[in-house]
């Protein structure tokens, strides 16, 4: 697996939004094309916007924390007719738990935790340049 970062948020020509997911040393990028509410949720926690009550992520967070377990990672694992597929891996004392999930919720969550995102390696395929992106 390659662990990335999410280096910002993007908007194709076609007015799609994009959630940029680069390798550590920045040369390659994996856009994921979410829908506008998601990105949204997603820019919360990197702009370190504060909300007056809990978002769907918090709420899942403070879920998770409630009952004892601790998200570890989320992985990208694949892509099935242009749709990206994730899990998120969490820990309930000696049980591990592993749930699918949107990238785009993954993401959300994981940047809520502080948590490492990675790829499936054969994903690295579906990856550009980050010189040839533009940020917004």
Known sequence: MIEV??????VDQGGNFLILLVDDEETKVLPVTVGKLEAQNILVPIEGVEVPRPLSHDLLKSTIEALGAEVKQVIITKIENNTYFAEIHMKQGEKDVVLDSRPSDAIALA???DIPIFIKF???EFTYDLSDIKLI
């Open 5 to 10: 970062k999410v280096k910002g948020v993007s």
């Open 122 to 124: 054969p994903l690295i």
């Open 111 to 113: 940047l809520r935790c």
